[in-house]
């Protein structure tokens, strides 16, 4: 694996996707997806997905992988992304990595060893027992108590990735978040949007309303009846929070604001990951659009030193 790969990240509701087409269309690019969760069909509207007529032409790739119903892993999706970049880069044209995952873009970045790679270990058995006693929060608090950088980047409910760093802490005495980084299997370039908190908090909120409107509840009941109630797919933000409305045990006006408040927390760990784990160049394309022409050079120049 070499050459040159664009990245964008950053927090949800901040503009990723249409950087991304802007630049495909400015540097001969295609697009590869990196949302843990648009790379399921039938989850449009809740995962921001792009339309065809948003698309504008550009071609997009890891959309539309696999049915709600069936678990996607980060391996997974590294091996299908290594797969696309190899593909675009054979055509001459700029593979475009974008989303807000940010442990998938960087486990792609570096190459990240992943899934049945890891030798299990005495401790992970324990911590699978300690999780069988208790439940993921108390998991993740153990972990937050010893290594809080690496809690902020993991949610509780990922208990795999919470064992994962609490084995790796045991077994080397370094905490997860202070493992020596790998050597980038690319030459990327990471550009991270953000913007002023509020702002960013308002877009967001205002997403939600506009996601329930365009047909939000719908969707999650399809997915719903099609991959049951104990998907992965259902862990998603925007679904997770409708199903106990679905149920009748909350109101919509409850899942709604909860689906925003989450949504907001996401947020702000998402751009804890890009500032602490990745090099990343930010923008504020929101507050501050004649940025984007500092953006183009920083881009141009970069594409000038490919060999």
């Given at each position: 694996m070499s050459g040159q790969i664009l990245m964008i990240g950053g927090p949800t509701a901040v503009g990723k996707t249409a950087l991304s087409i802007r630049l495909a269309q400015a540097f001969d690019g295609e697009v590869v997806?990196?949302?843990?969760?648009?790379?399921?069909?039938?989850?449009?509207?809740?995962?921001?997905?792009?339309?065809?007529?948003?698309?504008?032409?550009?071609?997009?790739?890891?959309l539309d992988?696999?049915?709600?119903?069936?678990?996607?892993?980060?391996?997974?999706?590294?091996?299908?992304?290594?797969t696309a970049i190899a593909e675009i880069q054979v055509r001459g044209k700029l593979p475009i990595v974008v989303g807000g995952t940010g442990f998938y873009m960087n486990a792609l970045r570096l190459d990240l060893p992943l899934g049945g790679q890891a030798p299990p270990s005495a401790?992970?058995?324990?911590?699978?027992?300690?999780?069988?006693?208790?439940?993921?929060q108390w998991l993740w608090a153990q972990l937050n108590a010893v290594d809080p950088e690496a809690a902020e980047n993991i949610p509780p409910a990922n208990s795999?990735?919470?064992?994962?760093?609490?084995?790796?802490?045991?077994t080397t005495g370094v905490k997860f978040s202070q493992q020596p980084e790998s050597k980038p299997a690319y030459d990327a370039l990471i550009l991270g949007l953000t913007t002023e908190r509020k702002v960013l908090y308002e877009r967001i909120n205002a997403r939600v309303d506009m996601m329930v409107q365009a047909g939000l509840i719908p969707e999650v009941k399809q997915?719903?009846?099609?991959?049951?109630?104990?998907?992965?797919?259902?862990k998603a933000i925007g679904y997770k929070e409708l199903l106990p409305y679905l149920q009748g045990e909350a109101t919509l006006a409850q899942a709604v604001e909860l689906?925003?408040?989450?949504?907001?927390?996401?947020?702000?760990?998402?751009?804890?990951?890009?500032?602490?784990?990745?090099?990343?160049?930010?923008?504020?394309?929101?507050?501050?659009?004649?940025?984007?022409?500092?953006?183009?050079?920083?881009?141009?120049?970069w594409r000038e030193m490919e060999e």
């Open positions: 997806n990196a949302d843990a969760y648009q790379i399921y069909r039938g989850m449009d509207i809740g995962t921001a997905k792009a339309t065809l007529a948003e698309r504008d032409g550009v071609v997009h790739h890891l992988v696999v049915d709600p119903g069936t678990p996607f892993s980060v391996a997974q999706f590294k091996q299908a992304a290594q401790y992970r058995e324990q911590l699978q027992a300690e999780l069988a006693s208790h439940d993921e795999r990735r919470v064992i994962r760093a609490l084995e790796v802490m045991r997915v719903l009846a099609s991959a049951g109630p104990d998907a992965q797919a259902l689906i925003q408040k989450n949504s907001r927390h996401y947020a702000k760990r998402q751009l804890t990951y890009f500032k602490h784990q990745m090099p990343t160049h930010w923008f504020d394309l929101v507050g501050h659009p004649e940025t984007y022409q500092e953006l183009l050079t920083l881009v141009s120049n």
